[in-house]
């Protein structure tokens, strides 16, 4: 076992974040969202969501600026607790972030199919009531490899392609929100609500819609599981863990506001492809094609981040003996973690196969890792003073604000939206239950049959390295 390579720069940190937090889908879900929600709703909704998500980063941004190490929630949650809490989060990750790989699998096809319809021919079988299909499948596969290919030469070079990429994102986003604002009017944006469509009051659309928009901001872990590989200095880590989700929100907002003024807002909860459609709709194919182009390039990023944070994870598990030891080598020329990235290459090929319509069931239990993850990592947080009184530097460890506190009330209330029946986010599907079970029998077993052989103290110098501090972290 070796450490990972230094290699990624400030502003590569940043598009890690903040690309792996934006993702592809809402561009044509914002259709969906002004239907059941309304402008306002999905607007404001994101904007809550946005400062919730960032009082959660701020627990993530205080432990990434004491141990950047690989592996993120797993580091933190096993100093500040134990050898479980940290397998348990490491578990419930690798299972959100190869679902997130398997649905690239899928979304990449299902993306160019509202350009290119004949895509959905040549179906090969059917599960879950949706056809899959054989350019999808070939799409999937090719995109999965080149993935893996990026990451496969290391952080190097897919941080460099993910700071392209991004920027990229922002120029082309920097014309869709000034054509739209420029093009269109206050009067299709106002008034923000419609409760004749919607169904709900002004507020009941806000606070419906943050939990869902919550899903959407998941991701800016990536750049606490990866911090062992950046340059910055520990503190600017941390730092960058909130510039994340800031940037990311804001982007989700702009972009939307921008789609909502463009055309009656109410016109476009009509429609069927959100941004992509509307700037259609109004007479600006290119616009509209740069709409399109931004999920293609944001399929890209969030699909190299999640691939880069698992490999991550399992890296952090090996390190300490619940995963086999070949995950945690490490390439010595291009600092690679190649045998965790080869796992996570099958595992996201293996569940895409299964095509979008069993893809629904995995992809709805994200929720509940993520917020089962949350809020594991915020109680961490609140235990640290508790049981490391002075830091390495000798300075006491300093108050807790109760911010972190408000997100992880979030975080708890996702848990519980998804897994209580009478919810209106309840997972919809007893397949979905059996996945959650299942999930979490399959890592019981992994757990209880791994070697746990390594004291406290050895497990803690493996996954805190330079950091490890015996005097100050028991």
Known sequence: MSNLKKAISPAALISIGAAGVIGSSWLYLGSSFFAEFGAGGTILGFAV????????????????SQFPRAGGEVVYVFVAGNRLLGYTVGWLLIGTFT???????????????????????????????????????????ALSLFIFFVNWLGAAISAKTELLLFAAMVVLAGFVVVAGFSSGSVENFWPLFDAELTGRGNVSNILSFVLPAMAFMTGFSVVAIMAEEATSSPRRIGQIIVWSVVIAGLFYIIVLTATAWVLPWQDIAKMTNGTIEAFDVAGMPIISTAAFVIGVLGLFTT???????????????ARIELFPKVFATVDKKSGAPRAALTFTLIIGIALGLLGPGALVWFLNTMGVYIGIVWAISIWSYYRMPIINKTLKDGSSTPKRSIFPAIGGIAAIAIVLAALLPFSPTALTSPYEYLIVLGWFGLGLLIYLFSPKKMTRKESLKALLGEFYDEEHIK
């Open 49 to 64: 969501a946005t400062i919730l998500a960032s009082f959660v980063a701020m627990s993530y941004s205080w432990f990434a």
């Open 99 to 141: 679902a997130l790989a398997a649905f690239y699998f899928t979304a990449t096809a299902r993306l160019l199919s509202t350009v290119w319809p004949q895509l959905n021919s040549f179906p090969m079988y059917s599960i879950g009531g949706s056809d899959v299909y054989l350019p999808a499948i070939i799409i999937g596969l």
């Open 303 to 317: 699909f190299i981040a999640v691939f880069s944070a698992s490999a991550r994870i399992m890296v952090a598990l």
